[in-house]
């Protein structure tokens, strides 16, 4: 009796694990935005859901939906984001400079309050 509870118990985790292996993984590869993503964050699922998903923070960052990449091509993307010359370098700077000028007119607004 209890080798076919054993059989029949492992049966279920593999159709489980099946049906998670079956989703696609993207990785993102932007610099670190506070509240929001960080860098090397992965999501399973389909593009649009993820999409979906960070809606708040596409929609003020739009750079991000650039940053997000599949799981097949992200050794190649982690080596372009590095790469001057390259779009996701390109996208990742002016998405770390956004928010550096962000966070400098914060520091400003906050020192002007204090002042």
Do not use: W
């Given at each position: 009796?209890?080798?076919?509870?054993?059989?029949t118990?492992?049966?279920?985790?593999?159709?489980?694990?099946?049906?998670?292996?079956?989703?696609?993984?993207?990785?993102y590869?932007?610099?670190?935005?506070?509240?929001?993503l960080?860098?090397?964050?992965?999501?399973?699922?389909?593009r649009?859901?993820?999409?979906?998903?960070?809606?708040?923070?596409?929609?003020?960052y739009?750079?991000?939906?650039?940053?997000?990449?599949?799981?097949?091509?992200?050794?190649?993307a982690r080596l372009?984001v590095?790469?001057?010359?390259t779009?996701?370098?390109?996208?990742?700077?002016?998405?770390?400079?956004?928010?550096?000028?962000?966070?400098?007119?914060?520091?400003?607004?906050?020192?002007?309050?204090?002042?």
């Amino acid at each position: 009796m209890a080798n076919k509870a054993t059989a029949t118990s492992n049966k279920a985790p593999r159709a489980a694990t099946a049906a998670h292996k079956s989703r696609k993984i993207y990785c993102y590869i932007g610099p670190n935005i506070r509240g929001y993503l960080h860098t090397g964050q992965v999501f399973r699922g389909e593009r649009e859901d993820i999409l979906r998903e960070l809606a708040e923070a596409v929609g003020k960052y739009p750079l991000i939906k650039t940053l997000l990449i599949p799981g097949e091509s992200l050794a190649t993307a982690r080596l372009r984001v590095m790469e001057p010359g390259t779009g996701h370098y390109a996208n990742y700077q002016k998405l770390k400079n956004e928010l550096q000028d962000e966070a400098r007119n914060r520091a400003e607004r906050e020192a002007l309050a204090n002042a």
